[in-house]
């Protein structure tokens, strides 16, 4: 099958949606799919053979953060020639409500289109103001994916309609074939994330270390991510700076074999996570979890019973976690069982399989994906390129 | 005077182009409606044919295989306005059948047992993965209907009004116990 994915962010910048459309990618071709991936990156960046540059990213204001995005004539004629040049049986569109390539590929293209909704965010004015925009461009997506339950009960609210579940996938092999490194055991509490970005709870972690300390005096904590060092452990009391270990951007691998060393892994986020792929990597390194009850990671811990859960933004709660189950080799031994079992249904064999029959769904007799010549000025008054070609294939079929 | 004739002559065509634009997206929407019909259609005969072929293999227990052939043979024959009850009833049977995991099991054990459980699980997650993406096409094509411009030009010409495909379509437990079940939950 010839399958085209659209990304809407910068490719040389690391994210969740960049990384699961790499490994999407990377799992179809491996399946014997040709894949092209059209993605903002800059000229001078080195790019995987199956991805083609959109041009680079424009970082502007969006959403409360900035945002780069791609858009303008260039943009909207690179879109165009690589539909055009690609002749895809499917293409699938990530994030097609952002104002980016998301968006103008949905409104560039025709014929079997799916759609991934990443993003969990609460209804914004934007959105409602730019409804009447969005409508037509979306109504031509023939398949939705949300990639959580919550993901698909804010898609539903927002957009209306409704959307098939399929979680981000996780190569599961790999993070349970990683070697445990002997400094980064006995006693440690790992955490991956943002250091300065407060959503993803560190501060709350810190909070708790304290009480973890009293009752543990041996426990340490690992935190891998990018951010200040210093700023992070500036409510802590002095003495006990030394339990914390910072161990700034970690490879793929280093993140595995710290996944696998910890004795238990928190994530204490406070919000705006719409599914939570880090929970599902520790899960398969064999690593207990312990995370804040936020919507999406109850799902990603099957309400509990793959792993803890704490009261959200509650520094004592999760103490009290903690120390029970670092004393606690069992619980934790039947933690990491039953997670073993749990995340089988994250591993892309299983994830690719679901979205393969998607566009199986979509793709059924359909015709290709083809540029949408009827969003052009000229083709309206009968003087496009090939719109009389355009019209006689696509004639309204009468129903039955 | 010249200047109103331009101004109505602008309008005239803005209205046009806006109507015009309206009855391709209509046109569109209805189009999706019929290749995701079509679809539903496919995993739908899919599932009652490989139900079928399961109840009359001989490796249910004789009620299983009359209760799973009588209920495949139902949805099969159906008349369309019987349709929704008839693949529910299939649903029903399907479920009441692969209750436990034992069934599935013994079938697989069976000579080309394997395959066919295969093949039973790939359809029972399709079919509500399909009429899912057919109700949303449904749904965005009665939005645009609903408006008054479209209602009151009869821009949707002669295309029947979209219904929804409603049905039970919940798939058995075990057989899509070992994840992915989660795509159609």
Same mark, same amino acid.
């Given at each position: 099958?010839?399958?085209?994915?659209?990304?809407?962010?910068?490719?040389?910048?690391?994210? %969740?949606?960049?990384?699961?459309?790499?490994?999407?990618?990377?799992?179809?071709?491996?399946?014997?799919?040709?894949?092209?991936? &059209?993605?903002?990156?800059?000229?001078?960046?080195?790019?995987?053979?199956?991805?083609?540059?959109?041009?680079?990213?424009?970082?502007?204001?969006?959403?409360?953060?900035?945002?780069?995005?791609? *858009?303008?004539?260039?943009?909207?004629?690179?879109?165009?020639?690589?539909?055009?040049?690609?002749?895809?049986?499917? /293409?699938?569109?990530?994030?097609?409500?952002?104002?980016?390539?998301? !968006?103008?590929?949905?409104?560039?293209?025709?014929?079997?289109?799916?759609?991934?909704?990443?993003?969990?965010?609460?209804?914004?004015?934007?959105?409602?103001?730019?409804?009447?925009? &969005?409508?037509?461009?979306?109504?031509?997506?023939?398949?939705?994916?949300?990639?959580?339950?919550?993901?698909?009960?804010? !898609?539903?609210?927002?957009?209306?309609?409704?959307?098939?579940?399929?979680?981000? @996938?996780?190569?599961?092999?790999?993070?349970?074939?990683?070697?445990?490194?002997?400094?980064?055991?006995?006693?440690?509490?790992?955490?991956?994330?943002?250091?300065?970005?407060?959503?993803?709870? &560190?501060?709350?972690?810190?909070?708790?270390?304290?009480?973890?300390?009293?009752?543990?005096?041996?426990?340490?904590?690992?935190?891998?991510?990018?951010?200040?060092?210093?700023?992070?452990?500036?409510?802590?009391?002095?003495?006990?700076?030394?339990?914390?270990? *910072? !161990?700034?951007?970690?490879?793929?691998?280093?993140?595995?074999?710290?996944?696998?060393?910890?004795?238990?892994?928190?994530?204490?986020?406070?919000?705006?996570?719409?599914?939570?792929? /880090?929970?599902?990597?520790?899960?398969?390194?064999?690593?207990?979890?312990?995370?804040?009850?936020?919507?999406?990671?109850?799902?990603? &811990?099957?309400?509990?019973?793959?792993?803890?859960?704490?009261?959200?933004? +509650?520094?004592?709660?999760?103490?009290?976690?903690?120390?029970?189950?670092? @004393? +606690?080799?069992?619980?934790?031994?039947?933690?990491?069982?039953?997670?073993?079992?749990?995340?089988?249904?994250? +591993?892309?064999?299983?994830?690719?399989?679901?979205?393969?029959?998607?566009?199986?769904?979509?793709?059924?007799?359909?015709?290709?994906?083809?540029?949408?010549?009827?969003?052009?000025?000229?083709?309206?008054? %009968?003087? @496009?390129?090939?719109?009389?070609?355009?019209?006689?294939?696509?004639?309204?079929?009468?129903?039955? | 005077?010249?200047?109103?004739?331009?101004?109505?002559?602008?309008?005239?065509?803005?209205?046009?182009?806006?109507?015009?634009?309206?009855?391709?997206?209509?046109?569109?929407?209805? =189009?999706?409606?019929?290749?995701?019909?079509?679809?539903?259609?496919? $995993?739908?005969?899919?599932?009652?044919?490989?139900?079928?072929?399961?109840? #009359?293999?001989?490796?249910?227990?004789?009620?299983?295989?009359?209760?799973?052939?009588?209920?495949?043979?139902?949805?099969?024959?159906?008349?369309?306005?019987?349709?929704?009850?008839?693949?529910?009833?299939?649903?029903?049977?399907?479920?009441?059948?692969?209750?436990?995991?034992?069934?599935? #099991?013994?079938?697989?054990? =069976?000579?080309?047992? #394997?395959?066919?459980?295969?093949?039973?699980? $790939?359809?029972?997650?399709?079919?509500?993965? =399909?009429?899912?993406?057919?109700?949303?096409?449904?749904?965005?094509?009665?939005?645009?209907?609903?408006?008054?411009?479209?209602?009151?030009?009869?821009?949707?010409?002669?295309?029947?009004?979209?219904?929804?495909?409603?049905?039970?379509?919940?798939?058995?437990?075990?057989?899509?116990?070992?994840?992915?079940?989660?795509?159609?939950?």
């Amino acid at each position: 099958m010839r399958i085209g994915i659209v990304c809407p962010y910068s490719w040389d910048v690391p994210g %969740g949606v960049q990384f699961h459309i790499r490994d999407l990618a990377e799992h179809l071709n491996g399946l014997g799919h040709e894949v092209s991936v &059209l993605a903002p990156a800059d000229d001078e960046t080195p790019l995987p053979p199956y991805v083609v540059s959109a041009g680079r990213a424009v970082p502007v204001p969006y959403n409360g953060s900035v945002a780069r995005l791609n *858009f303008g004539f260039l943009s909207a004629a690179r879109v165009r020639r690589w539909l055009h040049d690609g002749n895809f049986d499917v /293409i699938h569109i990530h994030e097609p409500a952002s104002p980016s390539l998301g !968006l103008l590929s949905c409104w560039a293209a025709q014929g079997p289109i799916v759609a991934t909704f990443h993003t969990s965010n609460p209804r914004s004015r934007a959105m409602i103001a730019a409804y009447p925009i &969005l409508q037509p461009a979306l109504e031509k997506i023939s398949a939705r994916i949300a990639v959580s339950e919550y993901a698909r009960r804010t !898609l539903v609210e927002h957009l209306g309609g409704d959307a098939v579940v399929i979680p981000n @996938g996780v190569d599961v092999g790999f993070f349970a074939a990683a070697e445990p490194k002997k400094e980064w055991q006995n006693g440690t509490i790992g955490f991956i994330g943002r250091i300065d970005e407060p959503r993803k709870g &560190l501060p709350v972690l810190i909070r708790a270390l304290p009480k973890i300390l009293a009752e543990r005096p041996g426990a340490r904590l690992l935190v891998a991510g990018r951010g200040d060092a210093e700023e992070a452990v500036q409510d802590l009391p002095r003495e006990m700076r030394d339990r914390v270990e *910072f !161990l700034g951007m970690v490879s793929d691998e280093d993140k595995a074999r710290l996944l696998r060393s910890v004795d238990l892994y928190v994530a204490p986020n406070t919000g705006g996570e719409s599914f939570g792929i /880090i929970l599902v990597e520790a899960m398969s390194a064999g690593a207990p979890v312990l995370a804040s009850d936020l919507d999406a990671f109850a799902q990603v &811990l099957d309400q509990g019973a793959a792993g803890e859960l704490f009261a959200n933004e +509650d520094a004592d709660a999760l103490a009290a976690a903690a120390v029970r189950l670092l @004393g +606690d080799p069992a619980r934790r031994a039947e933690l990491r069982d039953r997670a073993g079992a749990h995340v089988r249904r994250f +591993d892309w064999s299983v994830v690719g399989g679901d979205i393969l029959a998607v566009y199986e769904t979509v793709t059924d007799g359909a015709a290709h994906v083809a540029t949408d010549e009827r969003t052009r000025l000229r083709a309206r008054f %009968g003087l @496009g390129r090939d719109d009389a070609a355009d019209r006689s294939d696509r004639g309204y079929r009468p129903r039955r | 005077m010249t200047t109103t004739i331009i101004w109505v002559a602008v309008a005239v065509v803005a209205v046009g182009l806006y109507l015009s634009w309206t009855a391709g997206r209509l046109d569109r929407l209805h =189009a999706r409606i019929d290749a995701a019909r079509a679809a539903l259609d496919a $995993q739908l005969l899919r599932r009652a044919s490989v139900a079928q072929e399961l109840a #009359t293999a001989g490796v249910l227990d004789p009620a299983a295989s009359i209760v799973l052939y009588e209920a495949a043979h139902g949805a099969r024959q159906a008349e369309p306005d019987q349709r929704e009850v008839a693949e529910s009833e299939l649903s029903q049977a399907l479920r009441a059948v692969f209750a436990d995991g034992e069934t599935v #099991t013994e079938v697989r054990e =069976a000579p080309g047992g #394997t395959a066919a459980v295969g093949e039973l699980t $790939q359809a029972v997650r399709r079919v509500p993965m =399909a009429r899912r993406f057919h109700n949303d096409a449904v749904r965005a094509a009665r939005a645009v209907r609903d408006h008054r411009v479209v209602r009151w030009l009869r821009l949707a010409g002669h295309a029947p009004f979209p219904m929804a495909f409603e049905m039970d379509d919940e798939p058995p437990g075990a057989l899509t116990a070992d994840g992915g079940a989660t795509a159609v939950r």
